[in-house]
């Protein structure tokens, strides 16, 4: 008998416990309501989901409503307010359901109503002072009941996507690509009310078809691992979440009375029930969303508002804390929380009630120590001679005596300064970097550690330095190259650090700034002539290397375009050039004596000189050997000093 009355006893704590004779009532630091707001017609109600995000420092709420997206900064949560709003892509009396997950400092979010909306992908790196909307498009969905992204794949899954899910990959954090949709010809899949991913490895809520858990591996070809409709209490499969260690997925069925179960996953191809939790406050309770931190799994209860269990040991969970949001009556439908998230960096829990806004609570975990050191800004790209400076937020979590800051190895050659070091926990500490060698835009690391003895961590920035890039090496055409294409073609060699390239084209050298006849700017090394240049005339050209930091321009070539067949003009009269092609002689005549000796030369279409003659003044004609010559295209050259003309023959 002695052996058996601390099992009785122990029996009867476990009941107490499970109905919460012995929890704790959380403690409510601040609430954020806005009335303005229109309620909905169906439940009238103003709020739906909310998301908890750490980011440079502060902490927010972010809580969906039938207006749009609200972002509570929630960093001092005594005292919180709406420091951002962004509207939703459909809202109004109609607009119930909302969702939103965060990837790498994008929001990422849907609505589950209204022929105007769409997948909404808001960009909050620069809060605390901005933030802006970066995407809203409705090329892969209109509406969606919810959504999940796999952080460790960089894939966003859809779901209850107008009766589909669909997978995107968010690599590229502002273009989603669309992976899969399904059910498809070769996979079925029923409508997914919500999900939890991790590693490609999806817990499907399916609503009336159970619990589906899926292997996204190749999201072409999924693989189904198991189904689950046979359980405690089943209904509506609404939600669910995995715990830390990734051993028990935690499953709520939206139905009124249900309890929720804690499944055992160490074997995906068989989820097996181990435990339930009840809260037992009245028959008709009714689970809404949970997520798990820690040794916790914090829940939001429609009616009852925050429900915190102790699921250290998963086989007996035990109530610890509560607090009710709603006021009101309870009776079997839907009002009072919505979401839960608990997951700030102080630990803080945040509760969207449908009527009452946003609740803040006091962590009850004691949150993580914040050991981490955030820069306002984590990319440079500047030019040599520039100076770096960001600010540096100290993680709450170091010893009140100090943290060391300092250049972890590898960095970026250069100065560092901080602006107090030792730096305090929680405080704000700028940073000078100065005195860069060129790293030609190629960005390069600067790592700053923390330590303060016992705890440490590190960031890192990148940083880009570019100089004034060189002069690039011109290598067609040829310099004094002849018998060009009116359209001519331009090339040269890549110059160190240049980005983009001009070119430019004048008709006179020593006035070739006001004489351009023509300019393009290009990305490539190479550029052909688009408006043709003039027959026969001498042309100078140069090329100039750019990026963000200056320009360098290089040498000025000359070349001559081709002449018209027979037919120029040179020192006031006109000149003939036949036969064109030739086979023994090419003669030039003059339709009047030439007032001065002119200068022939042929060339080959490369610049090789074969041989020169004088058209001497005042004679008419000259004859130009050319039958020693292979059969091929030449250049007669015809020079009197200014004045050039240059025919393109053909020998035979």
């Not at 926990?425 to 390069?444: D, I, K, L, R, Y």
């Amino acid at each position: 008998m002695k052996k058996a009355i601390p099992l009785i006893c122990f029996a009867i704590l476990s009941i107490s416990t499970s109905f919460g004779q012995l929890a704790t009532q959380a403690t409510m630091l601040d609430n954020w309501h806005d009335d303005s707001i229109v309620p909905t017609s169906f439940y009238n109600n103003r709020y739906n989901e909310c998301w908890g995000v750490g980011i440079n420092g502060h902490e927010y709420g972010i809580l969906g409503s039938t207006a749009g997206l609200h972002f509570i900064d929630v960093t001092n949560p005594s005292d919180v307010f709406e420091a951002f709003r962004v509207a939703g892509a459909s809202s109004g009396a109609n607009l119930v359901h909302r969702d939103m997950k965060d990837y790498h400092g994008y929001l990422y979010c849907v609505a589950d109503e209204g022929s105007s909306a769409k997948l909404q992908i808001i960009d909050m790196t620069d809060l605390p002072n901005s933030v802006n909307q970066v995407y809203s498009s409705n090329e892969f969905v209109v509406t969606a009941h919810d959504l999940y992204i796999d952080t460790s794949q960089a894939k966003l899954y859809l779901l209850g996507a107008g009766g589909q899910t669909k997978v995107l990959d968010i690599s590229n954090p502002v273009q989603p690509v669309l992976l899969a949709s399904y059910p498809n010809a070769n996979y079925y899949m029923p409508y997914t009310h919500d999900g939890f991913i991790k590693d490609n490895i999806g817990f499907f809520n399916c609503g009336g078809s159970g619990l589906w858990i899926i292997d996204f591996t190749v999201p072409t070809a999924p693989v189904t691992l198991s189904t689950l409709t046979a359980y405690t209490d089943a209904g509506y499969n609404h939600s669910g979440w995995m715990t830390p260690d990734g051993n028990y997925y935690i499953l709520c069925d939206e139905t009124h009375g249900a309890k929720v179960k804690i499944l055992d996953i160490t074997d995906l191809s068989a989820p097996l029930e181990v435990a339930t939790i009840e809260p037992g406050i009245w028959a008709s309770e009714i689970p809404h969303n949970v997520i798990t931190r820690g040794n916790f799994a914090y829940f939001s209860y429609y009616y009852d508002g925050l429900e915190v269990w102790d699921i250290s040991n998963p086989l007996n969970p035990q109530r610890a804390y509560y607090y009710d949001t709603y006021p009101g009556t309870n009776v079997a439908s839907y009002a009072g929380a919505w979401g839960v998230n608990p997951n700030l960096p102080s630990g803080n829990i945040l509760i969207s009630d449908m009527q009452g806004g946003l609740f803040v609570f006091a962590a009850v975990d004691g949150g993580t120590p914040n050991f981490n050191i955030f820069p306002s800004q984590n990319e440079f790209n500047i030019c040599l001679g520039e100076t770096v400076t960001f600010n540096l937020i100290i993680g709450n979590g170091f010893s009140t005596d100090g943290v060391n800051l300092s250049v972890g190895s590898g960095s970026i050659p250069a100065d560092v300064q901080f602006s107090q070091n030792p730096a305090m926990p929680g405080t704000t500490v700028q940073v000078t970097v100065s005195n860069f060698a060129s790293t030609q835009g190629v960005a390069e690391n600067l790592v700053i550690e923390a330590n303060d003895g016992t705890d440490g961590s590190s960031t890192s920035v990148d940083i880009a330095v570019s100089g004034v890039p060189v002069a690039a090496m011109q290598t067609l055409p040829a310099e004094n190259a002849m018998g060009v294409s009116v359209n001519a073609s331009f090339e040269w060699q890549a110059a160190a650090e240049a980005t983009s390239y001009k070119l430019q084209v004048a008709d006179d050298l020593a006035a070739f700034d006001s004489h351009i006849v023509y300019s393009a700017n290009t990305a490539a090394t190479n550029f052909t002539l688009s408006n043709s240049l003039s027959v026969g005339k001498n042309y100078y050209w140069r090329v100039s290397s750019k990026n963000d930091c200056g320009q360098t321009a290089s040498a000025i070539r000359t070349f001559t375009t081709e002449g018209v067949n027979a037919v120029g003009s040179l020192e006031g009269v006109q000149l003939a050039v036949f036969p064109n092609p030739a086979h023994n002689f090419v003669t030039i005549t003059s339709s009047a004596p030439m007032p001065k000796s002119v200068s022939v030369a042929l060339v080959t279409t490369t610049g090789q000189l074969l041989l020169e003659r004088e058209f001497a003044a005042g004679t008419t004609n000259l004859s130009v050997p050319v039958s020693n010559y292979p059969a091929g295209v030449y250049v007669l050259k015809m020079n009197a000093g200014k004045e050039v003309i240059v025919q393109k023959i053909v020998v035979e």
